[in-house]
T-cell receptor, first 113, second 113 residues
Framework: DTEVTQTPKHLVMGMTNKKSLKCEQH?????MYWYKQKAKKPPELMFV???????INESVPSRFSPECPNSSLLNLHLHALQPEDSALYLC????????????FGSGTRLTVV | QKEVEQNSGPLSVPEGAIASLNCTYS??????FFWYRQYSGKSPELIMS????GDKEDGRFTAQLNKASQYVSLLIRDSQPSDSATYLC?????????????FGPGTSLSVIP
């Protein structure tokens, strides 16, 4: 299995809703990432998990809450989002170490109304 | 100075030509470098990684690294219309955790049949 699976692929949510994005990989990668990408911009790092522990939080607002239940799963819990949070949310994973690139999931296209 | 810079393009080349994509970075201690391809509406896909000065070839792709000049490039030989995409340069700086890479803004490539 060489894939990172993200669900759902599309999500429309109101500003008062609570939703979760899910990410799963079975490649034995021990680093997992959440990125946010706006149109015609590069991915922006949000969170990094290393061996299921949060190692980097790029000053992301608390309305985004990550969770790593085990080495294969990564969640992003969403609450009270703003319309400007509408974007493509990408999950990625990699082996630990500086010479490993990322495998990205296909992303969740989020629209906040 | 931005950490990773690329020409935004669009870069247009005729089918069969060589496409040359360039990237510069500011952290002299950066240790690993990656090229990702992103088709419109899709997630990034890792196509090349390079860690040592010189050239690295993989099929029609050649990555070139010059650490003294803080410059990394991607050459695509025999360009095909299917190569039309945005190419993201990513750099893993020494000054940050090795979990983190910095993406450049991307170069849009259009291969004209």
């Amino acid at each position: 299995d060489t894939e990172v699976t993200q669900t759902p692929k599309h999500l429309v949510m109101g500003m008062t809703n609570k939703k979760s994005l899910k990410c799963e990989q079975h490649m034995g990668h021990r680093a997992m990432y959440w990125y946010k990408q706006k149109a015609k911009k590069p991915p922006e790092l949000m969170f990094v998990y290393s061996y299921e522990k949060l190692s980097i939080n790029e000053s992301v607002p608390s309305r985004f809450s990550p969770e790593c239940p085990n080495s294969s799963l990564l969640n992003l819990h969403l609450h009270a989002l703003q319309p400007e949070d509408s974007a493509l949310y990408l999950c990625a994973s990699s082996h630990q170490g500086p010479n490993y690139g990322y495998t990205f999931g296909s992303g969740t296209r989020l629209t906040v109304v | 100075q931005k950490e990773v810079e690329q020409n935004s393009g669009p870069l247009s080349v005729p089918e069969g030509a060589i496409a040359s994509l360039n990237c510069t970075y500011s952290d002299r201690g950066s240790q690993s470098f990656f090229w990702y391809r992103q088709y419109s509406g899709k997630s990034p896909e890792l196509i090349m990684s390079i860690y040592s000065n010189g050239d690295k070839e993989d099929g029609r792709f050649t990555a070139q690294l010059n650490k003294a000049s803080q410059y990394v490039s991607l050459l695509i030989r025999d360009s095909q219309p299917s190569d039309s995409a945005t190419y993201l340069c990513a750099v893993r700086p020494m000054k940050t955790s090795y979990d983190k890479v910095i993406f450049g803004p991307g170069t849009s490539l259009s291969v004209i049949p």
